[in-house]
């Protein structure tokens, strides 16, 4: 996570594995939707499978990010993995597809894990340097 010899939280480190864990998700899923979509030649196949590497790149760069002293990146992973476990919850729902509801929960699990007492002083700069 973020430099020095500060010892790094356990819900923080948690947070982050399961962050880069939906990231992944997010590109396996991917790569289904884009190997059906093309198979049936599906656009909405091809699209949700486009869409998905967006997430799964978004993800893993926010997560990453979140590591620094700004509350702000954490903030933002913690949206977008909520909206997109919205939106999965939709595609779950209507197509019988639960992929995207799963990676998105990984996340919004993570991001839960983010804001615990025991992450959030990490999260927020005030355990670092100091």
Known sequence: MSGGDVAVPTM??????????SAVLFGVSAVWFLWIGIGSASAF????GVISIAIAAAVYILGRRA????????STVSVLTLVVTMAGMLVAVLFF?????????????????AYRPA?????????IGG
């Not at 992450?119 to 355990?127: D, I, L, N």
Request: net charge positive; proline share 4%; hydrophobic share 60%.
């Open 67 to 74: 590591a620094t002293p700004d509350a702000r990146w954490r």
């Open 97 to 113: 597809d639960p992929f995207l509801l799963v990676s998105g929960l990984v996340g919004l699990v993570g991001s839960m894990m």
């Open 45 to 48: 196949g091809i699209g949700l």
């Open 119 to 127: 992450a959030e002083k990490w999260f927020s700069g005030g355990a």
């Open 12 to 21: 923080a480190v948690w947070a982050a594995r399961l962050w880069l864990a």
